[in-house]
């Protein structure tokens, strides 16, 4: 390991800020979960603070929202990675065929460009499309004779506009990653199956896909690591208290904020990001396993 050390310092030097963001950001915090065991108070302080055992899992567990939340945690991640992932396979796949260099630019960078829009611009941009009074669809809908929608009394809505919206941004990064993947495809796979009379669709399908499905269970690892940890910046940002879409936009992270901001209770807070936590750590070991057992080579670790 020295011997490493010595020859390849450069290397270790590059990863030495990455290394130490990661210990103060990720392995530093951790001790945070501590208070999910304390009955947390400012005065007496983290370390002064008596020890309540498992009461703050009790009273979360004893609440009827722990289910609901966890169920919309899940259910939304699973349409978000599998519709995020799908439309982005479809974009690299369209941009890599486009033939004109300027115009593939152009398509890249325009399909590029939400991922930068900040969770804040894009709640106004939805509160301006689907506002009950005022909004453009309702405005639309009211042109045309229309019933105006009541999006933000429509619990049932939310998970496909929501969706729709997580792809919107991200499908644009997503399919950078992929176009990347397909650029270091050989040629000669393309070539071979020209010679043979194969058309587009087939060399897409017995071509492409296969040989980009290690990227496509690489960032599904990646992303299933997650899958318990709602987007608190899309959800409160655009969802906020509202009370009435509780029943299908409420996820973890949310709910733990909101224990922690309206009930100032710390030790609950904690103790819900630490199932949370745990929930995700199981989820990436069953998933890798998996991939191990039927793909070593494409596991993680």
Known sequence: MIKDVKQNWQLYLLGLPGIVVLI???????????????????????????????????????????????????????????????????????????SNAFFKRVVQSFVFLPYFVSWLVVSLMVFALLNGTDGMVNNMLKARGWDSIPFYQTP?????????????????YYSI????????????????????????WKQIWYITLPLLKPTVITLLLLCIGRIFYGDFGMIYGIIGDNGVLFPTTDVIDTYSFRALRQLGDFGMSSAVCLYQSALGFLTIMIFNRVVKKNNPEQALF
């Open 24 to 98: 103060i950001f990720s392995f530093i915090p951790m001790f945070g979960h501590v208070l999910a065991f304390k009955r947390y108070t400012v005065t007496k302080g983290f370390f002064n603070s008596p020890w309540c055992g498992l009461e703050n899992f009790k009273f979360f567990f004893g609440s009827n929202a722990w289910l609901q939340i966890t169920w919309n945690t899940l259910f939304l991640n699973v349409l978000f990675i599998t519709g995020t992932i799908l439309m982005a396979l479809v974009t690299a796949i369209f941009i890599n065929e486009i």
């Open 156 to 172: 049932g809505l939310w998970p496909a506009l929501l969706t729709f919206i997580y792809i919107w941004k991200f499908s644009g």
């Open 177 to 200: 990653i992929f176009l990347a993947a397909i650029i270091g495809i050989s040629q000669d796979y393309y070539d071979s199956a020209n010679i043979d009379g194969a058309g587009k």
